[in-house]
């Protein structure tokens, strides 16, 4: 079975300082693991992902992930937050194949001027 | 201009009817899925099709019923079964490949008046 974890349901950060949101993971193969970003009332957008290879991963809008295997974890990791990433975010993970996704609970970022 | 529809974007359900959401998709996507979002709950898989003429169930699939007979339509019914369905409904399509990230629509809005 495969599962996701994401710990802090809110996290807060000024503008212009770096920001971290967590995520952890199971599978029982190798992981495909994504990052997708939901604004209020609408549906989610993708932000990156990670397959395989490099363990920082780069995506949309300036963010970037961290796989990192011995921990299991899969963190988002922005250097400078905007008001405008103010939003909620979800990480999933597919195991190999399997043909579904399973998605954390979300954390909701607030950034503030 | 590629994307996937959901409609409509609001619907009011009295108790003991069922309802139909639409969902449709021009990305010639093989698997498509429902999602249920409840606040603090993140996404819960209701059903989901990796090709047509064939679906599977998710984790709360009970009271609910899809079918997929063309490639890019995967309406969702929610029949008077489902106990509390006031919900925010997602629908997502991908490629087959493990990889592959999910496209949203901008859900459905469910409410049982």
């Known amino acids: 079975a495969q599962s996701v974890a994401q710990p802090e349901d809110q996290v807060n950060v000024a503008e212009g300082n770096p920001l971290t949101v967590k995520c952890t993971y199971s599978?029982?193969?190798?992981?495909?693991l994504f990052w997708y970003v939901q604004y209020p009332n609408r549906g989610l957008q993708f932000l990156l992902k990670y397959i395989t290879g490099d363990n920082l991963v780069k995506g949309s809008y300036g963010f970037e992930a961290e796989f990192n295997k011995s921990q299991t974890s899969f963190h988002l990791k922005k250097p400078s937050a905007l008001v405008s990433d103010s939003a909620l975010y979800f990480c999933?993970?597919?195991?190999?194949?399997?043909?579904?996704?399973?998605f954390g609970d979300g954390t909701t970022l607030t950034v503030k001027p | 201009d590629g994307g996937i529809t959901q409609s409509p974007k609001y619907l009011f359900r009295k108790e003991g009817q069922n309802v139909t959401l639409s969902c449709e998709q021009n990305?010639?996507?093989?698997?498509m899925y429902w999602y249920r979002q409840d606040p603090g709950q993140g996404l819960r898989l209701i059903y989901y099709s990796q090709i047509v003429n064939d679906f599977q169930k998710g984790d709360i699939a009970e009271g609910y019923s899809v079918s997929r007979e063309k490639k890019e339509s995967f309406p969702l019914t929610v029949t008077s079964a489902q106990k509390n369905p006031t919900a925010f409904y997602l629908c997502?399509?991908?490629?087959?490949?493990?990889?592959?990230?999910?496209?949203f629509g901008q859900g459905t809005r469910l409410t049982v008046v």
């Open positions: 997502a399509s991908s490629t087959r490949q493990g990889g592959a990230e999910a496209f």
């Open positions: 599978v029982s193969g190798n992981p495909y």
């Open positions: 990305l010639n996507h093989d698997a």
């Open positions: 999933a993970v597919r195991d190999g194949d399997a043909g579904k996704s399973t």
